[in-house]
């Protein structure tokens, strides 16, 4: 993984890193607080050869003291030196016990030595390194005495007396938080990077690339709205929504160019990935830009583009293909653009044939004739083969992924599907994106005083769909939606394009 990967597992697990640096900080200062306080006094001595003579016995003597030293150092938690300190000062422990909590020291190539003592009182701690001190002084002077009389040859010496320390020197409160929050960050960025690996769900863009080299040809954020009004035209015409189908358009035209496919599949691998909506958007979207689009409801187990758009369904692609009407007599038209819708039709027993049919194809074939682009909503892929099978009958494939509900390994068995088949997948659309964060598609346009955009071409078709509510519905063409019912005035089918 490159930084970029980091970066993004960061945006996407940042709760999770931040809670798990709180928790250790909230560890490192809970331990600081149930940690009995300890003080430690510390008193230093100086150990001296009493002869006198030459620099040279004078540098033997020092050589010798300092070798001395390191025994002195040892003697400190001996029984010896603690047990008196025990007696003196009344205490209530062993001197292996207080061992524990006495320690000498001595830096190199000096003769002094360092005696720390540490207790949960700072009075009795100064008070036990002091008299630490003093024993080992007398202990000292009673070990060196020589036999024969005289006094010891070394003298030792308190040079810095124990002082009560005025704070404890455990716990270190400072120390505690800094590592417990070194210890939540990095159990935060772990458990990110584990979390990471082992989901399996499409988030965004970088998922895709990871998993196919088919274009992403836009990307459309959730909207928590769509559901109740999910077509391009009851939205505002510049909100994100509308640009993004608005781009897709504009970026499936150019994907088109070398294909120059007039018809298009729109499926998806799971039910619910909202391919209905975005297909039926980018026939609106398509038509808005001044083509003669037909969109077909090929959806023939759960069809939903007449229940978006208030049409009969009754009669449509089903009707079509058994003969028992003509196409032409069975498209409605929608809008004031020139769209035409072909609804489903009755639900048959037998889709997957009837999608793979002669019949299908030939339809296909008539209806290229008239209209610039076709729009077929399919079923998805992985429930059922019927968009594997129609999609050898188009031009292109557009498979669309719904955000955080579809896994990678679906995805992937989806297109190794349509490759089996040798349809030609025109690329990818990402819906239900989150509107901010790492895995938000986003996409900026230019504009000049030179050219026209195209989506001031938009806003132009989006001015013109305004439509006007009335009690009752007048005509067939009668359009229903929870706002109420609609109508459109009557327009003629297109011309042959042929």
């Known amino acids: ?55 040279q016995e004078l540098q033997q003597g020092n050589t010798f003291s300092q070798a001395r030293v390191q025994s002195y150092v040892k003697a400190v938690n001996s029984p010896i030196v603690l047990q008196p300190v025990i007696d003196s000062l009344g205490l209530e422990v062993t001197a292996d016990e207080l061992a524990k909590s006495v320690k000498g020291t001595t830096d190199v190539n000096t003769v002094l030595i360092n005696i720390e003592a540490s207790d949960s009182s700072a009075v009795r701690s100064a008070a036990i390194a002091q008299g630490v001190a003093n024993s080992l002084i007398e202990a000292i002077e009673r070990i060196e005495k020589p036999k024969n009389g005289g006094s010891s040859p070394f003298n030792v010496s308190v040079i810095k007396p124990a002082v009560a320390p005025s704070s404890p020197s455990s716990p ?34 970088a998922d895709i690339r990871h998993i196919t080299d088919a274009p992403v040809l836009g990307g459309i954020a959730f909207d928590g709205d769509a559901t109740r009004t999910p077509l391009l035209t009851q939205t505002p ?149 019927d968009a594997a099978v129609l999609s050898q009958h188009v031009g292109g494939v557009i498979v669309v992924v719904g955000s955080q509900k579809l896994r990678h390994q679906e995805l992937e068995r989806s297109l190794s599907a349509l490759e089996m088949v040798g349809s030609h997948i025109l690329g990818i659309v990402l819906n239900r994106l989150p509107a901010k964060g790492p895995d938000a598609y986003s996409y900026s346009y230019y504009r000049n005083d030179n050219h026209e955009s195209l989506e001031k071409i938009d806003v132009r078709h989006s001015a013109l769909n305004v439509w006007q509510p009335e009690s009752a519905p007048t005509s067939n063409n009668a359009v229903g939606t929870q706002e109420g019912r609609w109508t459109r005035p009557a327009k003629k089918f297109p011309a042959n394009r042929s």
């Open 172 to 205: 270190n409160t400072r120390l505690n938080l800094i590592l417990g929050l070194m210890l939540g960050l990095g159990t935060g960025f772990a458990s990110a990077i584990v979390r990471t690996r082992l989901d399996n769900k499409v988030r965004g863009e």
């Open 237 to 385: 015409a510049q909100s994100p929504r509308a640009e993004s189908f608005r781009q897709l358009r504009t970026n499936l035209q150019f994907a088109n160019v070398a294909k120059g496919a007039k018809t298009v599949l729109v499926t998806s691998s799971v039910p619910g990935e909202g391919k209905s909506t975005t297909a039926t958007n980018l026939a609106i979207a398509l038509a808005q830009a001044g083509q003669a689009v037909c969109l077909v409801d090929a959806d023939l187990r759960r069809p939903m583009v007449s229940e978006y758009l208030g049409l009969d369904r009754n009669a449509g692609l089903t009707t079509a293909l058994i003969g028992q009407a003509d196409v032409r007599e069975l498209l409605q038209p929608w809008g004031d653009d020139e769209l035409f819708v072909l609804a489903s039709g009755q639900i048959p027993p037998n889709p997957s044939e009837l999608l793979g049919s002669m019949a299908m194809q030939q339809l296909l074939e008539d209806l290229e004739q008239v209209f610039d682009t076709i729009i077929i909503d399919a079923p998805p892929l992985l429930p059922v083969t």
């Open 1 to 55: 993984m490159d930084l970029r990967d980091y970066l993004r597992i960061f945006s996407r697990n940042w709760l999770l890193i931040v809670g798990c640096t709180l928790v250790g900080l909230l560890f490192g200062g809970g331990y600081s607080i149930a940690t009995k306080p300890t003080y430690a006094a510390e008193t230093q001595l100086f150990v001296a050869i009493q002869n006198s003579g030459s620099v």
